[in-house]
């Protein structure tokens, strides 16, 4: 949150473009609307493909049967040709001269007629005809002739004659080339000619052919390459390619082979509807080509012929692309406009963000009567403007509050310091005493929790030779124990002035601290008096901690002192005395609960035992006050002081205690 913080720009510089609300706006937005056009575009695909499949599908098969149409009129004209010219003959006489003018005539007539027959027995249509046999082929603006009878050449011998005369019906021949077809390739179509036309059941007694050069159908297929997209095929009667744009197929391989050859047979049911003479189609991978297509053979009607189309995949879903495309690019070009248009909207409705997120790096300086904008505002902007106002107000109110309680606290610490100076002034100095020849060494030290504390500890002389010494600990801590403190010093004092013991002493503070003791404070004290001179001592508690007893061998034992209740809670009948003797380099220490409640970091209590062990034989007064002090420190390792500490110490004898 610092680091955060001192990020605020305080001279109203804008952020990164990078990191502007701006620009996530804008990115974010275009992200939606990329995702929406790629999903719309993949559904539009998806539903477009399957209709360009259905319209190529139909383009093919209206491509095929347009092909097979125009093929069909070619070879019907042929056929009508060939009709004509075997129908004409019964009409223009028996003449050669006037059967070679037909035969030119029908050459002539026809662009798709290249070369054409007639054949007639002797004697076919009339009885005593000399017969016919003459072969005429279009060359160059003339006419090339030949006798279908000459020396070493005879029709009779031929195939085709046989099987016209011999099946007795019209058929086409495959492709082929002689010397009489000028080394063209031609397919000849082959009628038979009867004497009595209406009797198809008698013999025939001619032929009639006419030629096609292959040139010719190719020329109506239209020229194509093997890379053409669309391909167009003409199959012969016998299934051979006469027509194809693969100089390797054409005219040397039949569908059948070509069947066989692709793997999986996938031509096997193109090949299957052309010898049903049906429609039909398949997709197949082409081997040449290794493209994808989609062949379709269509017969021809009224023959043996047959029109395949064959159109690649790609060709087909070319259409498709093309949209996709157009949608895609239309879709970018208008994902631009939209960042352009939203970039220019946003620029006004993040410029106020701006002014604010400026007028709060000031604030963050410390800068609070910066002047802060749009707060009249209606909007958005103007609820976090309004809302900055008042966190300003609530912030400079809440530093003149703290300002002002810390110039409360600075005074309290200060007249906390002067109590704490007037407190440890009403301490008396530990006196040395000297009587009969010995010495008695007294030493304390105090060192409240807080500023002041409830502990005290007093020293009173009598007779120059009696030592009084009190030690206490007022039930709380802070300044009502330090008022409390006072009160009982001050009781104590003029109690143990009275004379007399220690118990007496206790019993007439304890009754002076009841009274008016509505907080219902109190304190444990330890009262007690020693003879500087015999180191006879007689000690009275009010429920304080039990003093140990050093011994001059260094023999350390609590003193169980009988104790009555604590001063301030109740007037006890009597405090039991507890009478003892210190001899040379004995000593006496009495403390607080400040020393054997000490805690350290584990909240483990300093304890009796290491109280014992703490004390140093041998020591003086002031020696053992600063080691026990010192240990209770040690232990609690740096943990706070939980609880006022004091120690007070009675040395007796202690220049000689060792030597006694």
């Known amino acids: 949150m610092t680091q955060l913080i001192a990020e605020l720009p305080a001279s109203g510089r804008a952020v990164p ?36 499949t259905a319209q190529s599908e139909r383009e093919i098969r209206t491509l095929a049967e347009q092909t097979a149409l125009g093929l069909h009129a070619t070879l019907e004209s042929v056929q009508v040709g060939a009709t004509t010219l075997g129908e004409a003959v019964r009409g223009v006489g028996r003449e050669p001269r006037t059967l070679d003018a037909l035969l030119r005539a029908t050459v002539a007539g026809d662009d798709d007629i290249e070369g054409a027959m ?51 019906r019209a058929w086409w021949s495959e492709p082929y080339r002689n010397a009489a077809t000028g080394d063209q390739m031609f397919v000849t179509y082959n009628r038979p000619i009867r004497r009595n036309p209406e009797d198809l059941a008698s ?44 100089p390797e197929l054409e005219l040397k391989v039949r569908l059948d082979d070509r069947a066989r050859q692709l793997d999986g047979h996938v031509l096997q049911p193109l090949l299957d509807a052309v010898r049903e003479r049906r429609s039909a189609d398949v997709t197949y991978l082409d081997p040449t080509t290794h493209i994808r297509r989609i062949g379709m053979v269509q017969p021809v009607p009224d023959s043996a012929w047959t029109v ?28 631009l406009v939209l960042v352009l248009v939203l970039w220019l909207i946003a620029r006004p409705i993040t410029r106020p963000l701006l002014a604010l997120t400026s007028s709060a790096g000031h604030f963050a300086a410390g800068e609070f009567d910066w002047p802060l904008p749009h707060t009249t505002r209606r909007d958005e902007v103007g609820l976090l403007a309004r809302a900055y106002d008042r966190a300003r107000s609530s912030i400079k109110s809440q530093l003149a509050e703290i300002e002002r309680m810390a110039r409360s606290r600075q005074k309290l610490e200060s007249e906390l310091s002067i109590a704490r100076d007037i407190q440890l002034a009403m301490l008396p100095p530990a006196p040395t005493l000297h009587a009969d020849g010995h010495c008695l060494q007294a030493h304390a030290l105090l060192e409240p929790a807080k500023a002041v504390g409830g502990d005290f500890y007093t020293f009173f002389v009598r007779d120059e030779r009696v030592l009084w010494f009190v030690i206490g600990d ?24 009275l004379g007399g013991t220690p118990d007496r002493a206790l019993r007439a503070a304890a ?52 104790t009555g ?34 805690l350290d970091g584990g909240q483990n209590a300093f304890g009796t ?52």
Request: hydrophobic share 45%; proline share 5%; charged share 20%.
């Open 17 to 52: 473009w990078y990191r502007s609300l701006r620009t996530r706006l804008v990115l974010w937005i275009c992200l939606g609307c990329v995702a929406v056009l790629v999903g719309a575009t993949l559904v539009v695909q998806a539903r477009s493909a399957q209709l360009l």
């Open 118 to 168: 007639l054949i007639l027995e002797p004697g076919a249509l009339d009885d005593g005809d000399a017969g016919y046999s003459w072969y005429v082929r279009r060359e160059g603006k003339g006419f090339y002739t030949q006798p279908m009878r000459s020396r070493g050449y005879d029709y009779h011998d031929q195939p085709w004659w046989k099987r016209t005369i011999g099946e007795g």
């Open 203 to 246: 013999a025939p007694v001619g032929m009639v052919s006419l030629d096609v050069p292959v040139s010719r159908l190719r020329t109506l297929i239209g020229q194509q390459s093997i890379d053409s997209p669309v391909l167009r095929i003409v199959l012969s009667p016998e299934h051979l390619y006469v027509v194809h744009p693969s």
């Open 308 to 335: 395949a189309v064959s159109v690649s995949e790609q060709y087909a879903q070319e259409q498709l692309r093309r949209t996709t495309r157009a949608v895609i690019a239309g879709g970018l070009l208008a994902v």
């Open 474 to 497: 007022v039930s709380d801590k802070g300044v009502p124990a330090a008022l409390f403190m006072a009160r009982a010093m001050t009781v104590l004092e003029i109690a143990t002035g």
């Open 511 to 562: 009754a002076r601290l009841v009274e008016g003791n509505d907080t219902c404070m109190f304190a444990t004290v330890l009262c007690g008096a020693i003879d500087s001179g015999t180191g006879e001592m007689v000690l009275a508690s009010a429920g304080h901690e039990a003093p140990v007893l050093l011994r001059a061998g260094g023999r350390r034992q609590y003193v169980e002192v009988p």
């Open 565 to 598: 209740p604590p001063l301030g809670v109740d007037i006890a009948d009597s405090y039991p005395l507890w009478r003892g003797r210190l001899q040379p380099g004995d000593a006496l220490v009495a403390y607080t609960d400040g020393i054997s409640e000490a």
């Open 609 to 660: 035992e290491r109280l014992l062990s703490a004390l140093p034989a041998g020591a003086d007064a002031k020696g053992l006050c600063e080691a026990l002090v010192a240990a209770a420190h040690g232990f609690a390792d740096g943990a706070a002081q939980s609880d006022d500490i004091t120690v007070l110490a009675l040395s007796f004898d202690p220049s000689t205690g060792g030597n006694a």
